[in-house]
């Protein structure tokens, strides 16, 4: 049974950071893309960032662009996401995704119907 459990989520700042991991079980996923997403009230889920099953190509989205970074480690099963410099408009519940499609094109990693996993997600808040 494939599953992936958020966790590091919680209540921080403007300008403050915070790393969300994502733990991935049940089978091997380093060969995945991996992603994260969110959803802010009101909104509908938005991709976040993106990393290839080798963490060799990253992608963000442009509103974390240079704020954000994901990041994997294989030999865990785990996916990061380290967030600096929090904006209030970064709340939302983060969402950790896992596409199992090895033929995956990279140009549509940013496209949530292609995501076969999806994680519970954790509340991020920054306020002050």
């Known amino acids: 049974q494939a599953q992936l459990v958020e966790s590091g989520g919680g209540e921080v700042q403007p300008g403050g950071s915070l790393r969300l991991d994502c733990a991935a079980s049940?089978?091997?996923?380093?060969?995945?893309?991996m992603g994260w997403f969110r959803q802010a009230l009101g909104k509908e889920r938005e991709f976040v960032a993106a990393i290839s099953g080798r963490g060799i190509i990253r992608e963000h989205a442009d509103s974390v662009k240079g704020r954000f970074t994901i990041s994997r480690d294989n030999t865990k099963n785990t996916v990061y996401l380290q967030m600096n410099s929090l904006k209030p408009e970064d709340t939302a519940v983060y969402y950790c995704a896992a596409n199992t499609n090895t033929q995956l094109a990279w140009g549509r990693v940013r496209l949530e119907s292609e995501y076969d996993y999806w994680g519970q997600g954790t509340q991020v808040t920054v306020s002050s």
């Open positions: 049940g089978r091997s996923f380093s060969g995945y893309v």
